[in-house]
């Protein structure tokens, strides 16, 4: 009974539920556009073509594609279409012809029933026919905006040019703004093209031209457009060759442009070419699904960079910053129309990036006691690139330095010294802040050279058999390297790149710090210098100049100096605008290649000589080093004992402009536009180095406040001499007569024969230099040397040694060997 009840409850609730769901069922609500009938939501009412106004351009013979279309219904809601219908205005078939399922374009005619197997619409026959044909989409009864295809002569080139006034659309001349394409401010019906055309050339008159509305500026390759102004591209499009060559420029429609390097300049669709940043381009232009090198653009380089700091006035250019502190610098810049720049990627560098060194935005927080010139640099690739075939037009390519500030840090620092020799197998670490020497560390190999990165991290280490790299704060060898033994000339200011000589293979190599070989070039380097950026090394090599550029890559330039004769040494200018090279006459190449430019044609014809001569001074040297002030390169040789003062400015000072090629009270270095490279005018005072007898000059040491250096030498008179230069203005020595400093020597004490290597503590306070004779590191007190009445006193003499006792490895058991390979890594004394 309990089941049946059961089953009669469920058939009670069950049915109703069925009926209910059976009696209840509607059908899909229509939503109709407007009213209760008509168009529905959801049905196409209209389809879009494109491109709308600039069409399409294809040769005689030539397939190409429509792009697909879009359909949207009454409430401009995107509807898919299954299917589209094609059809070209051309009912002839002979000038456009298009496959009407898939809207495939023929600039002739499409085979049909061409029987043998052959695929209707495979094969586009040109019928010779030039002009412009309309194509629409169609579907569920909707037509879409009809779009001009424009069908010419097989396009052979494309030139960038100004565009064409009221003669050159008249016939003898035309441009692409002389097109049709060119006035087509709305292409929704067939009659868009609201010009009379020409039908000798097909172009529009003149007179029915749109003008663009503010006028632009029209472009013609022949100069440069300042940042953020607005230029008009226009072309001039050929077919055939030679005789046969015929301008159809108004008659290939609208032309695609773009720039092959980014950042320089935007394109729009209508060519308006709005410049960027500084530097060129090269610009192609797409016609008849075709792109080819039409010209360049050019947007224009700075003419000056000026620094300042937050109460920086005019013509002061050093300032003191404490340790630790943040000093913001900041760069106005102006191009060579005189107009503002802004967003430039500049470079700021530093000479002494390990104690002062300068972030990417400029701002500068010294780590230790020292003195630094910061610098700011528009320079390639990062700023102001070019192609090789355009470098220098304009000055586009160069690069623009700044004048530089000095920036002072007051304070003393401790120092830790690694002392090893050319004649041992150890290395010796001297920590002023300990009371006792380090152990000295057995090397793998006796060094023949040394140098320590700008990080402090790695030491490097030449040998005859390999590269030794020792960690500075262990002594342990980190690395061997037998792929590139020989001498370590330098290390990169940024510590990615050491330049390794091997005068065995003949080769000089650029070694990564990761441990791989960048590059090679052949040559014996005898001494490298970085610019401070570490773009580029120049490399001293006997009868050849090497430099190598991240931007332009290995340069040679051989014979190294006019004369033929042979370079040893190389020290970079400050600004790093070139370099000068030691040797019977003292040379300077400078950074800015000299090139000659022919603006009558179009894009101007460039040919360029790379880092040419910018001095030449008869003064015999055979080691440099330059001040960090900017105005001297200094030299000492043995052979006629004697230091040369050369007294630089580094280009034609220019007091009331801004021109290129000149160096300004408020900016900085330019290159020249056209004809000679830099030109570095130089005085020389030569002062005789009394009282000494070298065989060799190993080193010339100026301190980084450039108020003293030192020379080292191989030979006798246990004398240490020091020069101080004499201090000139921002404008340097302009008087046309050199003006001699003061030369001074410090008696070694006794054996010490000869200062034969040396290195200075960064905070200027020590000269830590190894003598022979003794064996031994004297340190030199620095701090008052500069006054006469000091020398000799505690503040300038000889007042300590250290016996580093480096066991010989030429000697017999028990001798040392003579300390000639010295640097060091400042540290803080507590």
């Known amino acids: 009974m309990r089941r049946f009840v059961s089953v009669v409850a469920l058939l009670f609730f069950a049915i109703p539920f069925g009926i209910s769901i059976n009696g209840c069922g509607k059908k899909t609500a229509i939503t109709y556009c407007s009213g209760d009938s008509g168009v529905s939501v959801g049905q196409v009412t209209k389809i879009v073509l494109g491109p709308q106004i600039i069409g399409i351009s294809i040769n005689q013979g030539e397939i190409s594609q429509t792009s697909s279309p879009s359909g949207t219904d009454c409430k401009n809601a995107s509807v898919g279409s299954a299917s589209y219908n094609y059809a070209s205005s051309d009912t002839t078939r002979t000038l456009l012809d298009i496959q009407p399922t898939s809207g495939r374009l023929c600039g002739g005619t499409w085979n049909r029933n061409s029987g043998g197997g052959v695929p209707d619409y495979t094969t586009c026959t040109s019928t010779g026919k030039t002009g412009v044909a309309y194509v629409t989409a169609t579907a569920n009864g909707v037509t ?53 055309v020409a039908y000798a050339n097909g172009c529009c008159a003149y007179s029915t031209i749109v003008q663009p509305n503010p006028p632009v500026t029209a472009y013609d390759q022949k100069s440069c457009v300042s940042q953020t102004k607005i230029a008009q591209l226009a072309a001039r499009v050929y077919a055939g060759t030679g005789t046969n060559r015929v301008n159809v420029s108004c008659q290939v429609g609208h032309i695609t442009y773009a720039a092959q390097s980014a950042g320089i300049v935007t394109i729009d669709q209508n060519g308006l070419a709005t410049a960027e940043q500084p530097g060129a381009t090269i610009v192609t232009a797409t016609v008849a699904l075709t792109g080819s090198s039409a010209g360049f653009f050019s947007t224009c380089p700075p003419a000056d960079i000026a620094l300042s700091y937050p109460g920086s006035t005019t013509g002061t250019t050093n300032i003191i910053v404490n340790q630790n502190n943040t000093q913001p610098i900041s760069a106005t810049v102006t191009d060579t129309n005189n107009n503002p720049m802004t967003g430039l990627a500049l470079e700021y560098v530093s000479t002494t990036p390990i104690t002062i060194p300068a972030s990417s935005n400029g701002t500068v927080t010294p780590t230790f006691p020292g003195q630094a010139a910061i610098t700011a640099i528009c320079q390639p690739p990062t700023c102001n690139t070019a192609p090789q075939s355009e470098l220098g037009v304009f000055g586009n390519g160069k690069a623009v330095t700044s004048k530089a500030i000095g920036i002072t840090t007051p304070g003393t620092n401790s120092t830790v010294l690694y002392v090893a020799s050319t004649d041992s197998q150890y290395i010796v670490p001297v920590d002023f802040t300990q009371t006792q020497l380090g152990a000295p560390v057995r090397l793998p190999f006796v060094p023949n050279s040394i140098a320590i990165s700008n990080d402090l991290t790695n030491i490097y280490m030449g040998s005859d058999t390999e590269l030794m790299v020792v960690n500075s704060s262990t002594l342990a060898v980190s690395r061997q390297d037998t792929t590139v033994h020989g001498v370590v000339l330098s290390v990169s200011p940024d510590n990615s790149t050491v330049v390794i000589s091997d005068p065995v293979r003949q080769q000089i190599y650029l070694y990564n710090s990761s441990g791989a070989i960048s590059t090679t070039y052949g040559g014996v380097g005898t001494h490298a210098a970085w610019s401070p950026d570490s773009q580029t090394v120049y490399i001293a090599a006997g009868n050849q100049i090497l430099v190598h550029s991240t931007f332009s890559g290995w340069k040679q330039l051989s014979p190294a100096t006019a004369g033929g004769t042979a370079v040893n040494d190389v020290a970079v200018t400050v600004p790093a605008v070139g370099a000068y090279f030691s040797g019977p006459v003292t040379t300077a190449r400078g950074y800015c290649p ?49 230091l040369n003062d050369i007294q630089v400015n580094l280009a034609p000072v220019a007091a009331t402009t801004n021109g290129p090629g000149s160096l300004t009270a408020s900016g900085g270095i330019t290159c020249p536009t056209n004809g000679n490279g830099l030109t570095f005018s130089s005085l020389v005072a030569p002062i005789p180095l009394t009282g000494i007898v070298p065989t060799a000059i190993t080193g010339v040491l100026p301190t980084s406040d450039s108020k003293v250096a030192f020379v080292t030498y191989t030979g006798t008179s246990g004398l240490l001499p020091f020069y101080v230069p004499p201090t000139f203005g921002s404008g340097g020595n302009t008087s046309g007569v050199a003006i001699p400093g003061h030369y001074y020597t410090i008696p070694l004490t006794t054996p010490a024969i000869a200062p034969v290597g040396g290195t200075i503590s960064a905070d200027n306070t020590t000269l830590y230099v190894g003598t022979s004779g003794d064996a031994l590191v004297h340190l030199i007190s620095t701090t008052g040397c500069t006054d ?32 000639n390979l010295l640097v060091q890594k400042p540290r803080k004394t507590t």
């Not at 000799?792 to 250290?802: A, S």
């Open 594 to 642: 000299a090139t000659v430019t022919d603006t009558t044609v179009a894009p101007p014809a460039v040919t360029n000589t790379f880092y040419p001569t910018a001095d030449s001074v008869a003064a015999l040297t055979d080691r440099l080093a330059a001040t960090n002030d900017g105005f001297h390169i200094l030299g000492a040789n043995a052979a006629a004992a004697t």
């Open 144 to 196: 879409s905006n009809p779009i001009p295809v424009y069908v010419h002569p097989v396009v052979t080139s494309v030139v960038l040019g100004a565009p064409s006034d009221a003669a050159g659309c008249a016939g003898d001349d035309p441009a692409t703004n002389c097109s049709p394409a060119a006035t087509n401010a709305d292409s929704s019906t067939t009659s868009a093209v609201a010009c009379p």
């Open 788 to 819: 006469p009445a000091a020398i000799g006193t505690t503040t300038c003499e000889d007042t300590k040694t250290i016996a580093p006792n480096l066991p010989s490895a030429t000697g017999a058991a028990g001798t040392f060997a003579v300390p």
